[in-house]
Nanobody
């Protein structure tokens, strides 16, 4: 049974930082592509960052230079370091694991950027 558990969300002031983590179990983690998405009410889920099996990364233009995705294959975790946070980064953040055409989603963690 695949399980993805996100953690690290919360309330932070503009300009602050948060680190999200997603712990995976029941999936071949090292051969999976890993994504972080976010969603706000009434909007489609947005791809924020991706890290491939080789460690290549890709970011949405809105977070380039501020967010950093990383993974630890041994611990089966993918993280999203978020710096210089803005109010528009407020959303529920989800991790996704893609492996041989199958996708698995976490339950989401709320990030609120507000003074």
């Amino acid at each position: 049974q695949v399980q993805l558990v996100e953690s690290g969300g919360g309330l932070v002031q503009p300009g602050g930082s948060l680190r999200l983590s997603c712990a995976a179990s029941g999936v071949y983690f090292s051969t999976s592509t890993l994504d972080w998405y976010r969603q706000t009410p009434g909007k489609e889920r947005e791809l924020v960052a991706t890290i491939t099996t080789t460690g290549s990364t890709k970011y949405a233009d809105s977070v380039k230079g501020r967010f950093s995705i990383s993974k630890d294959n041994a611990k089966k975790t993918v993280s999203l370091q978020m710096n210089s946070l803005k109010p528009e980064d407020t959303a529920v953040y989800y991790c996704k694991v893609r492996n041989v055409g199958i996708e698995y989603w976490g339950q989401g963690t709320q990030v609120t950027v507000s003074s």
